[in-house]
């Protein structure tokens, strides 16, 4: 048995704090979900850009889900504990979504990139069976790449303390509490984050700059204000994302856990699944539209 740390100290700050990741987890939950339900009733978002942000909503249900109701779970009931095979299989899930997310986030910068940049060859390109392909590969890539490091970590002895020093079970503060040796597996771990966050980082990165570079050509300045604004706020959660994991994870040594990397880990676990339905889809106006008419529809077809 392990025993989890909590955010908070005092009384009041676990009221606070349980309450607002009450509401976080309700209104990312809601969020994602209606981009699901939206994309999938309405034909005129039967797009792979829509295909790819429905997948990412599933994909933000799932993480934040990963982490969170045990968190909430420990807060109400006291009970900190959780279970060895409990936490690897946390830790199992929350590698393989963030994982997946990566790879996710960049296929859709990449789509992007087909979309304003080479538009001839989007369609030729973009296909239906192209983009069912990337999906698959994004998801089987992110669940097949975890499992090395798991495996690893379920063979080390655990015979010291038995506190965890995070929220949930993260790599680094598990493998400080192993009482052999951690080295190649911190080695493996260090080696698998690198390849995936730096390498899905550098192709999002320069997809959105080949993107920025494009806007910026563009003749009508209301044309480049209207993509500017969707580019930077696209930009702005593709840097909290990978930054904070890149600072956690790419690191040679992680056996170090500090407070500061609690408070970073909130924002990719946390805060991140929370933005993205806001930024990538509701602040859309096809979305919005295609809200409305799923609205007006259901309240047409309602029985009365």
Known sequence: MFILLQLWDSSNGHIVFTTSFILIYILTFSGNLII?????????????????????????????SVTVPKILHNS????????????????YFFGSLGSTECF????????????????????TVMTSRFSNCLVGCCWSSGFFSTMSSILLISTL??????????????????LKLSCTNVHHTETLIFLLASVILVGSCAVTLLSYF???????????SAGRGRASSTFASHLTVVTIYYSTMIFVYVRPNTGNASSFNKILSVLYTILTPL??????????????????????????????
Do not use: W
Not at 109 to 122: E, G, N
């Open 157 to 174: 002895h655990f015979c010291g303390p038995n506190q965890i020093q995070h929220f949930f079970c993260d790599i680094s503060p598990l």
């Open 76 to 91: 109400i009931s006291g009970d900190k504990t959780i279970s060895f095979v409990a936490c690897l299989t946390q830790l």
């Open 210 to 220: 080949r993107i920025l570079s494009t806007v910026l050509a563009i003749a009508s």
């Open 36 to 64: 699901i339900i939206i994309c999938r009733v309405e034909k005129t978002l039967h797009t792979p850009m829509y295909f790819f942000l429905s997948h990412l909503a599933v994909l933000e249900m799932c993480y934040i």
């Open 275 to 304: 933005l993205n339905p806001f930024i990538y889809s509701l602040r859309n106006k096809e979305v919005q539209g295609a809200l409305t008419k799923t609205i007006e529809r259901a309240f047409l077809y309602a029985p009365k």
């Open 104 to 123: 996710l986030l960049a296929i859709m910068a990449y789509d992007r990139y087909l979309a304003v940049c080479k538009p001839l060859h989007y369609h």
